[in-house]
């Protein structure tokens, strides 16, 4: 696994997310994020976000896009090839978005499903995340998203933001 930047082959990691999400079209609603973001717009993720992918072969298996976002590291656009589903990829991903939040001082791991898919709520339970909010996109007077976060356990971690301050503030 590695972090891709802007020069790297990211048309391959759009087919790879495109091909992903597929299932979702007709499902969910509003329609995906993905259908707004082209080769371009990855080359901007990658360039002002962390996107790391997973390869195998002549291309990515698995994928995401990592935001530190207050005390939290925002998960988004995780992914992983059908073909290479139920190896364990995405507990890789997720054990690397974990070691990233630790790494710069974070408490968690943030990420959003849509309500509709609840095989992915069931997943990312079994992944150490829990339920921590519903939201709805603008213009919807429903819950179209469920926030779920997964906490960094403080073995072998720094200990995020928080616990760093409490430390400051007992060292005085």
């Known amino acids: 696994m590695r972090r891709y930047t ?3 082959d990211l048309a391959a990691v759009h087919n790879l997310l495109t091909r992903a999400f597929a ?3 007709g499902r969910i609603d509003p329609a995906s994020s993905l259908s707004r973001l082209d080769t371009e717009g990855m080359k901007a993720l990658a360039a002002h976000r962390e996107v790391w992918v997973m390869e195998e ?3 990515p298996v698995g994928c995401m896009v990592l935001t ?3 005390d939290t590291l925002y998960l988004g ?3 992983v090839d059908y073909a290479q589903r139920g190896k364990g990829l995405a507990r890789i991903l997720v054990d690397q978005a974990l ?3 630790g790494d710069l001082g974070l408490d968690s791991v943030t ?3 849509r309500i509709e898919l609840t095989e992915n709520h069931a997943a990312f339970t079994a992944l150490g995340f829990h339920k921590a909010d519903e939201t709805a996109h603008p213009g919807y007077d429903r819950p179209t998203s469920i926030t779920m976060v997964r906490p960094l356990g403080t073995a072998g971690r720094a200990g995020g933001r928080r616990a760093k301050r409490a430390a400051r503030n007992r060292e005085i």
């Open 23 to 25: 299932y979702m079209e």
């Open 57 to 59: 072969g002549n291309g």
């Open 99 to 101: 070691r990233r939040a």
């Open 111 to 113: 990420l959003e499903t």
């Open 77 to 79: 656009k995780l992914a």
């Open 6 to 8: 802007p020069e790297d």
């Open 68 to 70: 530190p976002k207050d």
